[in-house]
């Protein structure tokens, strides 16, 4: 579906009724629930997902994340610093979430594709792990990755996405009591290199 097209009613119903559903993103499709225990009870027993594996939250924008996470200062600078979904922010959660998305910490991602960022927009936050069983390959097209987890077509907003490396997740810590190397943690590189986040830190006043 085209970016300007509404997002199918059948599909808004599975997320309301908290059912799983498959999203594009710049990267890989995902794997989207509301963050609620129910519907991470299906989607977890959908993926085979080991239960003490958090997964990440997806997000349209810095705004719907501060419902969710405390966002240090600096934030907008350290993403507008990368490409959009390039970097999946770990923030320490408001409240106290289910264990599966993190408990007190939460890995928040502020997505880049066009379709991802108009379903968010309309359903709030949703969870943003890639669209396979857990340590399968992941496919690139979003109907090939419902297919793969046995997900009716009403499940899918379809389109193919680039693949390549996943986000980059980071620790922001952003107080400027810190030092440059204190305040961001590189804990798993991936399509932004930790030489690059180290680099922009070090310009961090």
């Given at each position: 579906m ?5 997002i199918p009613?059948a599909l808004?119903?599975?997320?309301a009724?908290g059912e799983?559903?498959v999203y594009?993103t710049s990267?890989?499709?995902a794997?989207?629930?509301r963050?609620e225990?129910?519907?991470?009870d299906?989607l977890?027993?959908?993926?085979h ?5 958090p ?12 419902a969710?996470a405390e966002i240090p ?10 490409p959009?979904?390039s ?5 320490k959660?408001k409240h ?9 910490l939460?890995?928040?991602r502020v ?10 927009q309309?359903v709030?936050?949703l ?5 396979n069983l857990?340590g399968a390959p992941?496919?690139m097209a979003c109907g090939k990755?419902a297919n793969?987890?046995g997900l009716p ?7 193919d996405c680039?693949?390549g490396?996943?986000?980059t ?9 810190l030092?440059s190397?204190?305040?961001v943690e ?11 986040v180290?680099?922009w ?5």
């Open positions: 085209g970016s300007n097209e509404a009613t808004l119903q599975r997320i009724r799983a559903v594009p990267t890989l499709p794997l989207g629930c963050p225990r129910e519907a991470l299906r977890y027993e959908l993926k997902r080991p239960a003490d594996q997964v990440s939250l997806a997000v349209s924008n810095l705004t719907q994340a501060s969710i200062e600096g934030t907008d600078s350290l993403l507008q610093s990368f959009t979904g970097i999946t922010l770990l923030m959660a106290n979430l289910d264990a599966r998305l993190g408990g007190d939460v890995a928040i997505v880049a594709h066009p379709i991802a960022i108009q379903l968010l309309e709030g936050p969870t943003a792990t890639s669209a857990s992941p496919e990755a793969s987890l077509v009403e499940a899918v907003l379809d389109s680039p693949g490396l996943p986000s997740l980071i620790r922001w810590h952003g107080h400027a009591s030092s190397s204190e305040r590189v804990l798993r590189e991936g399509i932004v290199s930790e030489s690059e180290m680099s830190s070090k310009n961090l006043n």
